[in-house]
């Protein structure tokens, strides 16, 4: 696979292809999951792409009735919310994306702590990042 810029652009690929990747950095090991020019922790630009496994468990969600432009684009909106929760990976990071296979306009069928698995999302030649709660 070849080393792509560090940028949000760069992760929707690697999601087209099927694959949820973090940066690490290759100087203090900082992992993130949010894909930035410099290591969050050192400030170095020697970072490399990891494939993260995309099991976690939810830190905190949301139910979004007013969807950014993919999601609107995607059917959700005022009467049709969806699920937005933050993730905390396995390998540590967060990250936030869609929760689906729960009922947003029962918010109280989700809770912190829930386990889930990334999922992706294909939408015309883009692909988001979703989360599914585990069986
Ligand atoms: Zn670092």
Redesign the pocket.
């Known amino acids: 696979m070849a080393e792509r810029d560090f940028t949000r652009t760069s992760f929707e690929e690697h999601l087209a292809e099927g694959y949820l990747m973090g940066v690490r950095?290759r100087?203090?090991?900082?992992l993130s999951a949010v894909p930035r020019p410099l290591?969050p922790?050192?400030r170095?630009e020697d970072l490399e792409w990891v494939e993260l496994s995309g099991r976690g468990v939810v830190e905190g969600f949301t139910v979004i009735h007013v969807p950014p432009t993919p999601l609107a684009a995607a059917g959700f909106g005022r009467d049709n919310p969806y699920a937005s929760a933050v993730v905390r990976l396995a390998e540590g990071p967060w990250i936030t994306a869609q929760l689906v296979g729960v009922d947003p306009k029962r918010p109280e069928s989700i809770r912190v702590g829930l386990k889930v698995r990334a999922e992706v999302i294909h939408q015309g030649e883009a692909a988001r990042l979703a989360f599914r709660p585990e069986d």
Not at 27 to 30: I, L, P, V
């Open positions: 950095c100087s203090c090991g900082a290591c922790a050192c170095v």
